[in-house]
């Protein structure tokens, strides 16, 4: 584990009425009046913006930084202002011309308020980032930069199309950023209250409000609890670039991290580029997410595990060709070694698109630990094999493929839904999918003595409970510009991703809307979902998302 350190900074807030204030205790910590609105002050109430000094022409670094941030210079087209280490009560970052902030060491938004809620020493924070904002690591440190938002906190960080919030290296700031650059700072944590499974104190069930765990590496940071519809906040129209810090084999720092994040967090719109670990890593929790671009991974696109039990929809996911990792699944699906510790993983992913070009790896997704899940109007292209199901343990039958002791709950046929001693539904799901693979479509591996073989899993695919999967597609024909819709999937009945919602009768929100086509682009002309990934996107040798989107290695400067 690494060690991080922590900066003595005084935050410097202002009230409703603008009036300064200074709250602060002296030690690491920073302060902020509470529930005013805050940070970074206007120099008089009637000034037009923000900005203590005039508009910079586009292109030019500001001459000063905001109230309550250290000043670190001129970083290329930007003046480099650090965020403190500690964020408590309610925090703005407004988007100044000229001013990109530094994110130096591990910066946490709240202190941990615990599985409960309510935890001794435990504070709530709120830090609301405006569209536009860039924050950068501090390459020139020895230690992990990452933002860390703990439990009981939030962060509203809503960009918009036309000016997305970015999370980038020090390095991209710079200018010296490549189209092969990754790992270089550690990326976003958010840390929930949600239930999970991998409980680290023992005689503990999975999700008890003392269920929780330490986000993988950051030594102290602490998930999971009781609370399925916590709230971490929203992440809208969000660039994360060249993340995921590897810090020892098997602990690593991702793009994004959900460690129990409940079903009120919101995310959608996000790309994650080049991580050097995985794009997206849930551990447990509820949250669903929605309009994904995830390019360049080097580990796995997404994954997921620990008891999440969620939704997502409308995603890309490209990864790296030339992959130095050798287990990077486009999908890998687990439970940590814990094949039936509750709640069971269970989730569901609808209208996506997936290319893996590595031969590196055995196959393009990995589901084992006795997870379960669903797929929905799905395009996966890879040179290997399509699925490596794995059970690591026979356990009146293997683990991931037996059959299940539940039904899960789905608004068409109208079924509410049951949950039998072990949540287990089942071997995996799979409706409307075209899969173009190698010339092997299933690989076996063998855990703990036990093996899914190749004709098992067929025989998992072509189960009477699925529908419309050609496992026998063509690359060729898969896909067109990258990413779009081709002849191949095309050729597919598609299905209504809707009638996989959970009936009402759960007190459970509707997620999925009827997308009628395979993969996560619409080939219809005019539909919104034709274009959804224009604009607030970055564009590189992994993938182009059209000339509305700058490219991944340049920054906006206006």
């Known amino acids: 584990m690494a060690s991080f350190k922590r900066l003595s900074l005084i935050l410097m807030t202002s009230c409703a009425g603008g009036a300064m204030l200074s709250a602060c205790d002296g030690a690491t910590s920073v302060a902020s009046p509470g529930e005013g609105v805050i940070v970074v002050p206007a120099p008089t109430p009637a000034a037009p913006t923000p900005t203590p000094t005039p508009t910079p022409t586009p292109g030019t670094p500001a001459a000063s930084c905001p109230s309550g941030t250290i000043d670190r210079g001129v970083i290329g087209s930007f003046r480099g202002c650090r965020i403190p280490s500690l964020i408590t009560g309610t925090t703005t970052l407004a988007k100044l011309p000229g001013v ?6 591990r910066v946490n938004v709240g202190i941990d308020l615990g599985g409960s809620g309510s935890a001794p020493g435990g504070q709530s924070a709120i830090l609301t980032v405006q569209p536009g904002v860039i924050f950068y690591a501090n390459e020139l440190d020895a230690d992990n930069d990452y933002l860390l938002v703990n439990r009981g906190s939030r962060i509203l960080a809503e960009g918009a199309e036309s000016a997305p919030i970015i999370f980038t290296s020090g390095q991209n700031l710079r200018g010296t950023a490549t189209d092969e650059s990754q790992g270089q700072w550690g990326g976003v944590i958010l840390a929930g209250r949600a239930p999970i499974s991998n409980c680290n104190t023992g005689g503990v069930v999975g999700g008890d409000a003392a269920c929780e765990n330490v986000v993988e590496g950051t030594g102290t940071a602490l998930y999971g609890g009781n609370a399925p519809a916590d709230d971490s906040g929203v992440m809208r129209y969000v660039q994360i670039r060249y993340s995921g810090t590897i810090l020892a084999e098997g602990v690593e ?48 696109s997404l994954d997921y ?104 709950s789905t608004t068409s046929p109208l079924v509410t839904g049951s949950l039998g001693p072990l ?32 004709d ?10 699925n529908s419309n999967v050609n496992i026998n597609g063509i690359i060729g024909d898969a896909l067109t510009a990258q990413y779009k819709i081709g002849t191949g999937p095309a050729g597919v009945t598609a299905a209504n991703a809707a009638n996989y919602n959970p009936a009402p009768a759960t007190g459970l929100a509707a997620f999925f809307v009827n997308a009628p086509y395979l993969g996560a682009v619409s080939p219809t002309a005019g539909d919104p979902n034709a274009t959804w990934f224009e604009r607030w996107t970055c564009n590189s040798n992994r993938a182009n998302f059209g000339t509305a989107s700058g490219n991944c290695t340049a920054l906006p400067v206006n």
């Not at 098992?456 to 409970?465: D, K, P």
């Open 456 to 465: 098992e899993q067929r025989a998992v695919v072509e189960n009477a409970r």
């Open 305 to 408: 595990d620990v008891g999440w039990r969620g939704m997502v929809q409308f995603m890309i996911a490209i990864q790296k060709p030339t992959n130095t990792q050798s287990d990077n699944y486009l999908l890998e699906i687990d439970s940590n070694g814990a094949e039936d510790a509750l709640p069971r993983t269970w989730g569901q992913i609808a209208n996506f698109t997936m290319v893996q070009t590595t031969t590196g790896t055995n196959a393009a997704i990995r589901i084992r630990g006795g997870a379960d899940g669903r797929f929905i109007n799905g395009i996966v292209t890879t040179p290997q094999a399509c699925l490596n199901i794995v059970a690591g343990a026979d356990a009146g039958g293997k683990t991931t493929i037996r059959a299940g002791d539940s039904t899960p």
């Open 100 to 105: 990109a902030y530094e994110i130096n060491g």
């Open 423 to 454: 949540q287990d539904y089942g071997a995996p799901l799979f409706h409307s999918l075209y899969f173009a693979c190698g010339a092997t479509k299933f690989a076996a591996s063998t855990v703990s003595g036990v093996t899914v073989s190749a």
């Open 253 to 300: 720092l991702q793009g994004l991290t959900l460690g129990g994040t409940g079903y009120g967090t919101q995310l959608d719109h996000i790309q994650i580029h080049n991580s050097s670990d995985d794009g997206i890593e849930i551990f447990g929790g509820r949250t669903n997410l929605k309009y994904l671009a995830i390019t360049g991974a080097d580990d796995d």
